[in-house]
């Protein structure tokens, strides 16, 4: 009898042991991938002329033959190519050099401030408003004035108004322009 209880017993022992072998639970496992994309801010200068009554791109090489009392079109405009709202802002830098290579004074050379834009204690003019993706500012100036007291050293003298232009993301950055941080340290 003894063999006989050992032997269920063992008998019990293997098929506990099967039992708990084959055993299973049920289980799942997933992965998301989230992609995350960080947004673009990139803009592009527009400047523009009038030629025989037509908006046109102004020219690389500039303008010439231009005589004391003329304005010249130089319409400035600035473009977001980017993917995100932008703060905008904007330098404009005179020079006048004569034709022996001397600075002139450029108080002989004016230009209007359009609406929309306001001038900062640091010189630059910001936009006042936001710039979404494909869109651009209102104009920043349309005409550079020269003055009709231009005397004979202004003869052949070469007059740049060097614009250049600078973004910054609206998100998270001031509910103003004026107040939006992380501007570029230099021109680029």
């Not at 022996?100 to 004074?105: A, D, K, N, T």
Request: glycine share 8%.
């Amino acid at each position: 009898m003894k063999k006989k209880i050992l032997f269920v017993a063992a008998v019990l022992v293997c098929i506990a042991i099967a039992a708990a072998g084959t055993l299973a639970y049920f289980t799942s496992s997933t992965t998301a991938h989230n992609v995350i994309t960080s947004g673009k801010i990139d803009i592009e200068l527009v400047e523009k002329t009038i030629e025989d009554g037509v908006e046109v791109d102004f020219p690389e090489d500039g303008i010439s033959g231009v005589m004391p009392g003329a304005s010249v079109d130089k319409i400035v405009t600035v473009k977001n190519t980017g993917t995100s709202d932008a703060w905008i802002r904007v330098a404009l830098e005179a020079t006048i050099v004569s034709a022996s290579g001397e600075p002139l004074s450029v108080d002989v050379m004016t230009y209007g401030i359009e609406s929309g834009w306001v001038l900062g204690n640091d010189g630059y003019y910001y936009y006042t408003d936001s710039v979404v993706p494909g869109a651009s500012t209102t104009t920043l100036i349309e005409e550079v004035h020269f003055a009709p007291s231009m005397g004979n050293e202004y003869q052949n003298c070469t007059a740049n108004l060097v614009v250049t232009a600078q973004a910054v993301q609206v998100t998270h950055n001031g509910e103003t322009v004026m107040e939006a941080v992380g501007w570029p340290e230099s021109a680029e």
